[in-house]
């Protein structure tokens, strides 16, 4: 692997800086390639990763991080670390929701069109 080299650009440039910057450049390529394949224990694959009490690396499944709220959203787990969504009635544009009242701000007028 070739080496990371920045050539000076001005007579103006603090010494060594452009060295050290490469330094630290081809210690980052070092490390990624070092990196590359390798496989953590204790985590899974397609799924988040997290951090345990103990502070080691540990799988999570998005139901871990999203909670619903009661009559408004529901979160299903799918059982493969994702999770679906759902309201609790459709509200598709050929859908007719029903709501046992609806209240306008500031005593609004509220018109409500059945079809046109």
Known sequence: MAD????PRNKNEVPGFNQELCRIVNGMITLIA???GVVLGGVSASRIVA?????QLVS?????????????VTVT???????????????????????????GKNRAKMFFYTGI
């Open 77 to 103: 787990d799918d059982g493969d670390g994702s999770v679906t969504l759902s309201l609790p009635q459709s509200i598709a544009t050929t859908s007719t929701p029903t709501f046992s009242g609806i209240k």
């Open 60 to 72: 999570a499944d998005l139901n871990d991080w999203i909670a619903g709220t009661t009559s408004q």
């Open 51 to 55: 951090t345990n009490a103990a502070v």
């Open 4 to 7: 990371f080299v920045v050539p």
């Open 34 to 36: 070092l990196l590359d």
